[in-house]
């Protein structure tokens, strides 16, 4: 505990020590050289909303007048855990999003995490827009370094010319739509189907403030969670397309619809090991995608459903997962507050079986103190440990947990 508070505080007083005197709406000497964006930075670091279509994101920006031509933008963030889990079986902690090698083999657990420092750059050209991210984090997947060029780009476009752009470059590919409305914590369906690029993809894309609609080439490689291809050869043979459209219905109320399809995943080998590499009987396995937001002024309501086209060889049944979940938005203390409740089950076998389906239910709390400062609790259930590595042999029935995360997140 000494330990992670140490850490805490260096980081806080590193980032802290880094952010300009900005404005209450996050800008810092809007006809400079050199350019900070509150509202941008929000956006390009959340891991929980705008997963897949961080270009979109960054080409409305420009749209917007929140990235001028001729600027170069700056941003970082920083966000720690402290995580309290309780569990019904001995060395069973079924949270997502955390790695094994982090918990206990007893009936209870509590740690700190530095989940990221982060710093971004986005230097805005005419019809040029390029864009990285590097951090350090504390829950690097094995074989992955704490410190890394974790996402870059160049995208050429100009929305002022044409709602089109073409990019290339590493970052999670533009299928699905993955939000999670909790403040900290994964739902299902981005566990299991977070198509991350390890190698620089080519997206060819449609923005409009209503539409979005992209193309992605991938290269046969074992990407860093869900992307892979029977033979990992390296051609430009894996594909995705993803897309969504944004209905008005009047008084700050729409709904927007979304769908997509990815060719080539893990879910493809009677191997089930995060890699198989050339594995055993290996064939396309892809994945289709719907998915749907209603917004209102106050709250919002969202529902997602993935599923695998074939059954998956290493558990012999095809693999699915669901998100429902809903926020308010409120004060607490005077401050602005969401208030959110997410509930999300992923099935990758037959009933009965043991590694047959896993459930979680979170309620969350994100305050905002400050313009760039927020802290946020969640409360988690969860039910079922069925790792998606080896699910036959590690997978264990009637695990129950429960979690409780406060955390702090600080951008710039």
Do not use: C
Not at 154 to 181: E, H, M, Q, S, W
Not at 315 to 331: D, I, K, N, S, Y
């Amino acid at each position: 505990m000494a330990g992670f508070m140490r850490r805490w505080v260096a980081a806080v007083v590193f980032v802290l020590g880094t952010m300009p005197a900005a404005a209450e709406e996050g800008m810092y000497n809007p006809d400079g050289l050199v350019r900070t964006s509150l509202r941008y930075s929000e956006e390009m670091f959340d891991r929980q909303a705008h997963v897949p279509n961080k270009i979109a994101r960054m080409f409305l920006a420009r749209s917007e007048g929140r990235l001028e031509p001729g600027a170069l933008y700056l941003g970082g963030r920083f966000v720690a855990t402290r995580i309290w889990e309780t569990t019904n079986t001995p060395g069973r902690f079924p949270i997502l999003s955390r790695l094994p090698p982090t918990h206990t083999a007893g009936t209870s657990d509590g740690y700190g995490v530095i989940n990221e420092i982060s710093v971004h750059t986005t230097l805005a050209l005419p019809m040029v827009t390029a864009f990285a991210q590097g951090e350090y984090t504390e829950v690097e997947y094995p074989g992955q370094k704490p410190i890394q060029l974790r996402k870059y780009w160049v995208a050429i476009g100009d929305p002022d010319v044409a709602p089109v752009y073409l990019a290339f470059g590493r970052k999670t590919v533009n299928f699905g739509n993955f939000a999670t409305y909790a403040p900290f914590t994964h739902s299902h369906s981005t566990h299991y189907f977070w198509p991350q690029s390890d190698d620089p993809v080519i997206e060819l894309g449609y923005v409009t403030p209503r539409t979005e609609l992209a193309f992605t080439l991938i290269p046969a490689h074992r990407g860093l969670r869900v992307l892979s291809t029977p033979k990992n050869d390296g051609a430009f043979s894996n594909f995705a397309v993803n897309g969504s459209h944004r209905f008005d219905l009047g008084r700050g109320r729409s709904l927007r619809l979304g769908a997509g399809f990815l060719r080539g995943t893990i879910y493809d080998s009677v191997i089930a090991h995060h890699p198989p590499g050339v594995g055993i009987n290996r064939q396309w396995n892809g994945l289709w995608d719907v998915n749907a937001v209603y917004n209102a002024p106050r709250f919002d309501l969202m529902a997602e459903f993935t599923r695998t086209l074939h059954d998956w060889p290493a558990t012999g049944h095809h693999v699915q997962a669901t998100t429902l979940q809903g926020r308010w938005r409120g004060e607490v203390f005077g401050r602005p507050a969401v208030w959110s409740a997410s509930v999300s089950r992923g099935v990758q076998g037959a009933r009965g079986l043991p590694w047959e389906v896993m459930e979680q239910a979170i309620l969350g709390l994100e305050v905002d103190l400050a313009p760039h400062v927020k802290i946020g609790a969640e409360y988690m259930y969860n039910e079922g440990f069925v790792p998606l590595i080896l699910p036959r042999v590690t997978s264990v029935a009637g695990v129950k947990s429960h979690t409780v995360i406060l955390g702090a997140e600080l951008t710039f």
